[in-house]
């Protein structure tokens, strides 16, 4: 693509934003999926320990939860540097 005039630029710088912007949106949508996953993992998890005739709490399930939400909290902080960052992209501030 051959930029002629400061309109091509500007189009250009258009499009790519915009690509942009729609890559960040996918990456937050995806990231929002987490805190499910996280949560059905440990129901699921504790229904197959009190299935199995475990009762009692090992320091295994302690690293395992303290791991689960760890995970989901990192998720959300870079889920909200994305909408951060698409905040920027879109409005400019």
Sequence with gaps: MELNSIDDVNA???IQKIAQVKR???KIRQLGYLPLVTFVGIIV???LRVFSGYFDVRLGDVIFIGLMIGGNCQSNVLRMDLIREL????YGK
């Design 45 to 47: 998890f504790y229904i």
């Design 24 to 26: 960040l949106e996918k």
């Design 12 to 14: 250009l710088v258009e």
């Design 87 to 90: 905040f920027k992209l879109q």
